[in-house]
Nanobody
């Protein structure tokens, strides 16, 4: 499975960006977005189930970010609105072959990772 996040960039606070992550290869159960700021651990942002479309969010982004998937394009998106300086990080997409909801926020639950894309939010 190959993953490659794209769509990052520099944006002012309050602005928006949309990240994309096309996938290839085998059937995946859950697609997740994580981020890692300098000097911090990688943290869960959002996730979506391929089949049902169920979505999950970190409290810090709920109401501002929207995760979605396009099954016809095998692509997952992360729409980020009302961006804040604290959203600045490298964003990664990840894929899980399993569908365990209780561990969906753990990086260790994901089997495949793409290279990240940098999102910088200026104040």
């Amino acid at each position: 499975v190959q993953l490659q996040a794209s769509g990052g960039g520099l944006v002012q606070a309050g602005g928006s960006l949309r990240l994309s992550c096309p996938t290839s290869g085998r059937t995946l159960s859950i697609m997740g977005w994580f981020r890692q700021a300098p000097g911090k651990e990688r943290e869960f942002v959002a996730a979506v189930r391929w089949s049902a479309g169920s979505t999950y969010y970190a409290d810090s982004v709920k109401g501002r970010f929207t995760v979605s998937r396009d099954n016809t394009k095998n692509t997952v998106y992360l729409q980020m609105n009302s961006l804040k300086p604290e959203d600045t990080a490298v964003y990664y997409c990840a894929a899980s072959l399993r569908g365990i909801t209780s561990t969906i926020r753990l990086p260790s639950s994901y089997n495949y990772w793409g290279q990240g894309t940098l999102v910088t939010v200026s104040s």
